[in-house]
């Protein structure tokens, strides 16, 4: 009974990675809601979602692709979009402003695309703040007063990153991107990197700070590697089913055997590898074979 029930769990874990869902809910200014449910079982509504991920004051853009979208949604006054994607169990939740939707291609079977960047535009690109520190003041302090000018509810700041204080007095009157553009350039010696992602300000240092730590299972080609600068360091580019809980500066473990069970024996590619994630773009489907992320990342 114990070995029916290990295998039933078993193949329920593994038929979870091929349930892929995407739900969508627009947001009016006022608040009203509409929803397009992706069901967990059964017939699924054709949904598809790219985009890419970088840091560096980027603003980071989404394209959902909907097949025989029947609600009106151009003239509606809909101007955010919470997207709920991965897979049963596992899903990440994004949210962002929508830039544009229209129709790409007319019915029957006709696909209309919607555009959103993950980052308020007004706020993170024309706010104008007031900024004024002494030095010793807390990095974290400063990012506090931007949150809260900008209305962004929470704050993510890696370990090293908390650790930083204003060398000199900081003072600024201008837009929320130029004073952003500022701290890193004040911290460019620690890698410092600060972006905005689903209405979270993320501050971490590319060199030092260790977010979350996700081990690679599956790879949909061996990983390539070239040196990117002066110094030597070594990048690499992986092609693989994607992971929803992998964000920017996260590390990724690739053990030795993902290389094994994926592709048999590669020369000199047999060995563990760790990278730190420095940019992230996706495609990824409720129906049909997209399923893939590309992540390139500096090797630990």
Known sequence: ?????????????????????????????????????CPRRGRKPSIEINGTYTAKSTLSQLN???????????????????IDAGYEGNTVSITGQIVTIYQDSPGPDGKTVIQVNIAKIGTWLNEYIDLNYEAGTPLIMVLNSIKSKLKISQLKIGVQAATLKLDSPFWHHGTAREAITKLENRFEDKGLAIFVRSNKLCAVCEKKDFANVHVLQYMSAPAQENTGNEEGTYYTTITAPWMPELDLFDELIIPTRTYVRNFQKVAGLIKR????????????????????????????
């Open 1 to 37: 009974m114990e070995l029916i029930e290990t295998i039933g769990n078993f193949n329920r874990r593994k038929l979870e990675r091929f349930n892929r869902i995407i739900d969508l809910t627009f947001i009016t200014r006022t608040g009203q809601v509409r929803r397009i449910y």
């Open 273 to 300: 590898q760790k990278i730190r994630v420095s940019r992230l773009s996706f495609h990824f489907s409720t129906t049909g074979s997209a399923n893939q992320m590309t992540v390139q990342g500096s090797i630990m």
């Open 64 to 82: 959902i692709t909907v097949k025989n979208l029947y609600l009106d949604l151009a003239d509606t006054g809909y101007t955010t979009l919470k």
